[in-house]
């Protein structure tokens, strides 16, 4: 199945230029037509398609200019069940009225007659993404941690998504755990279905991991935002600033350790001590806990760093089954079917042996 | 004179890597044809070493199978208050070594789980299963690395 044909019927990419402007036009309140230019696809993850444009256009007073960021689901991608674009549109609704840097979402377009695919028009954001899995990116963030500005603005920034009061950000649609270890055991069984759903045969050491998670899950005695994948890589940075979180992707209400695991994993950092390769680890004790009155658990948080060799593995395994069902052909996911293996002696050795 | 197959995807792959896909303009097509170069590669230390692990492996379950079955018979024997070894325990053995198929302990595993995790004999079960997939991992990890 090519990915044109997951799609649907829709506009064709050479007409989206034209397709924008067109769906734009009544929603900005333009007296003539909206001009759509700089339109370009970015290479960010493996779910949704991104690209970044510029609209211009006159209203009744005055010429306008705003740049924009379109995310399509192509309906192929990688974990695309965890990742609804509805659900994406409505937890950055709710976090405009909390002190998390996120893009502002105008529209959620779910036709996919409409837009070429189920889509979200959002805020472009000014600021850099650079990869930290590339040597530029390293240097980049290793640079800026000399500096010492975005230090302290990556760990604001994730402390911001803790103190966000969800309840009163209409976040609880994400579901809440009950009191207990329900989270630990709602994630296993999550990740659970997603190897399940990858079709891949598995291996004793996974499921070894899954039973020792089940377990040892640990009780979750705060409820918090997670945003799941919070590192360098996921967020836009300028002038030492973290400007907005993106990847808004695998959020949900659980233990805020989850969140500070996936900053203390060593899987986020590349030959360097610093957290998510900017991040000094005192400075982010110190910070984050002052910021949020959280104390940090390492014990939970090494729990959850084995939660998150299960999930890399469920990762792999589904990015390998979709390329293996023939509804992805992109070539990066059939190289996966070998990064389960990494993943999977990763969790042996987390599991000491 | 004629190639192993190893050694025929080894040559693809740098074929691949070295002369096509530096001269492809478009950068996606270009990074797709990098990953046919390191696929091959893979496919070519896969084709390499299949038949040595696969010897390794039935060793090691043959091993296991009998650790095994010398610590459940342990834990039968012993007096304790905490009950007998499943049935369960000892049929997934029993099924792993006939399968010659290390894949089958993950059924070992699930029914430990099952039993009591903590258990003496649980225990010293996991600890051999685990000895012989740090090894199965390890020759997996030869060609994905």
Known sequence: ?353 | MSLDDHELLSRLADTVRTQIAPAVDDEYARTQAFMVSVILHRLAKQAQLTDEHCAAEAADVAALADQLDAVMASARTAADDSGDVPESVGNAVAHMRSQTSIAAASEIIEALYGWDASHPAAESALAAIRFALRRDIDRRMEIAR
């Not at chain 1, 034209?18 to 909206?34: C, T």
């Not at chain 1, 949900?252 to 899987?267: C, H, K, R, S």
């Not at chain 1, 469920?314 to 509804?327: E, I, Q």
Request: proline fraction near 5%; glycine fraction near 8%.
């Open chain 1, 1 to 353: 199945m090519s990915a044109a044909s997951v799609r649907g019927e829709g506009p064709d990419d050479r007409d989206l230029a034209g397709v924008l402007g067109e769906y734009l036009r009544d929603r900005l309140g333009a007296s003539g037509p909206v001009g759509i230019g700089s339109l370009e696809r970015i290479a960010v993850g493996w779910s949704h398609e991104t690209w970044l444009f510029d609209a211009a256009w006159s209203d009744d007073i005055d010429e306008q200019r705003q740049g924009f960021c379109l995310r399509r689901d192509p309906g192929n991608a990688l974990l695309r069940q965890e990742s609804d674009l509805a659900e994406q549109f409505r937890v950055l609704r709710c976090l405009e009225s909390t002190a998390v840097a996120a893009p502002r979402a105008f529209w959620y377009e779910p036709d996919p007659a409409v837009l070429g695919a189920p889509a979200i028009v959002m805020e472009r954001v000014v600021g850099e993404c650079p990869s930290p899995w590339r040597r530029a990116g390293r240097e980049y963030y290793a640079a800026a941690a000399e500096r010492g500005v975005l230090p302290a603005s990556f760990t604001d920034a994730l402390a911001a998504v803790h103190n966000v009061d969800w309840k009163a950000a209409g976040l609880e649609f994400l579901g809440v755990p009950r009191a207990g270890s329900d989270f630990a055991q709602r994630e296993i069984a999550k990740w659970q279905a997603l190897i399940d759903d990858s079709g891949h045969p598995g291996h004793p050491i996974l499921a070894d991991l899954i039973g020792w998670l089940k377990h040892n899950a640990p009780p979750t005695d705060q409820l918090t935002l997670v945003h799941g994948a919070f590192r360098t890589g996921n967020v836009l940075i300028h002038d030492d600033q973290v400007s907005a979180i993106l990847d808004w992707e695998l959020q949900v209400i659980g233990d805020p350790m989850y969140d500070v695991a996936y900053m203390l994993t060593e899987l986020n950092r590349e030959g360097t001590e610093l957290l998510s390769n900017v991040v000094p680890r005192e400075l982010f004790f110190d910070r984050y806990q002052q910021a949020t009155g959280i104390e940090i658990d390492e014990e939970r948080c090494a729990y959850f760093q084995l939660l998150y060799a299960m999930r890399s593995a469920a990762f792999w395994m589904s990015a390998a089954g979709l390329y293996a069902d023939g509804s992805n052909s992109d070539l990066r996911l059939a190289r996966t079917h070998w990064s389960v293996t990494v993943a999977l002696e990763r969790a042996a050795t987390e599991l000491g042996y």
